[in-house]
DNA sequence: CACTATATTTCGTGC
DNA sequence: GCACGAAGTATAGTG
């Protein structure tokens, strides 16, 4: 990984255009030919960047842009678009240059395969009596989360979100429909579950008959007493 | 901006948990206290981070920490959220410290706002004796991209994407549905736009009686001479 | 390899 | 400030 303090302007022509006005930010070259450009602000995102697989072409300035102060042209061409990044470096303040090696990745918990198996195990959070059919029930359009049966006997499909929006309604509505065709499982009733549900996705659920459920994901995991294998 | 190459470890503990194992990696230390620790491949996005704002206390190991070979122990806490990342570095090999000052910040050129200006400004390449009512009109369930009127008279509403898919033919559905429901717009027909439709999008958008029209960008772009002020 | 659904999404914009 | 939609979305899982 190679990072450099530079005074520069960039510009990016691909997908759309974009351009950075000069100022003094951090280049980071990664090994696979990857570049970020970062500003001493914002959040995670670079300022601008190229994704891998990539290659850097460091040119000397032609005669015009020596005369506009650029001490060096940057490009960085993606290997598998014909997106191009244009760094014009003014000044450089730091360069250094380090090995890191292949890091061993990141180990994630509480996603939402997590609250599914959550919801699964407490599936009483719909309601008394109900009982679990079978998580990833799979249709000919894809895979309901959570298929239960209530205290009646009616089969009810339960589509789960960390945080549901429209998309997540209209998929469910889309399964709702299928699975109501199968007059071993008709009627189904459906209920849209997460941690955290839109005004919006609430207001189209109702209009079509869908339940809401909100889902306290800390309580529900303090519940479980398989929370704490994992570290 | 603070730049350390370290050998360390990760634990991530707020709207999820995550740990990292030991490996050498970049910490970057933004001035707004957030941190963001790469490695030398992947993507923009970092392996794990801290968004802003956020708050840095460095304290020197333990016993038992000291034992397992920890030389300092960093807590960055989120100042909104109790989001908390703790770095563990066990090895520094770098340290270097910048003062990079205020970006001016990206100017973006050929997003789905310049494309709805265009069409808006050229709104006969949806057909012949075409007028604008308005852009953004503001229903219920969200804005739509533009609404005109036919030579005939009648109302068109258009849902305007960069590449178009499936998800912008339903959102359109939504929004037609619900301008039909509007005697004084009724009968409304619905215009699919986008630089890219995929074929899947285009039988749906048929299907359902909505035309599709593609757009070239760069075309309309060549119209509009404010094209050439950005840069 | 393509499609699909998720994301500690982030980022801008309108109300 | 909140909610909603776009993003050069990126990324991981599955058929």
């Not at 509480?110 to 029930?137: F, H, N, P, W």
């Not at 989360?145 to 960390?162: M, P, Q, S, Y």
Request: net charge negative.
């Amino acid at each position: 990984m190679r990072l450099v303090i530079a005074r520069c302007s960039v510009d990016y022509i691909g997908r759309l255009r974009a351009h950075l006005p000069l100022a003094v930010r951090l280049l980071m070259v990664k090994a696979d030919g990857s570049v970020l450009i970062h500003s001493d602000g914002g959040s995670y995102k670079p300022l601008n960047w190229m994704s891998p697989p990539a290659t850097l072409r460091v040119a000397e300035p032609g005669e015009d842009d020596a005369e506009a102060g650029i001490i060096e042209t940057w490009t960085v061409q993606s290997a598998k678009t014909d997106d191009k990044l244009v760094i014009s470096i003014h000044e450089r303040f730091s360069e250094t240059s380090h090995d890191l090696g292949v890091d061993p990745g990141l180990i994630k918990d509480g996603v939402e395969a997590d609250l599914q198996r959550l919801l699964a195990e407490q599936i009483t959070k719909l309601g008394e009596g109900y009982t679990l059919i079978r998580r990833e029930y799979m249709t000919a359009i894809g895979p309901v989360d959570i298929l239960a049966r209530d205290a009646a006997g009616a089969t009810v499909a339960v589509e789960l979100k960390r945080r549901g929006d429209i998309d997540g309604v209209e998929q469910l509505t889309r399964y709702l429909e299928l699975l109501n065709r199968d007059p071993l499982l008709a009627p189904v009733k459906g209920v849209f579950a997460a941690q955290q549900i839109k005004p919006q996705a609430r207001v189209l659920a109702h209009d079509r008959g869908i339940e809401c459920l909100t889902l306290d994901y800390d309580a529900m995991r303090g519940v479980d007493d398989s929370a704490s294998r994992l570290f």
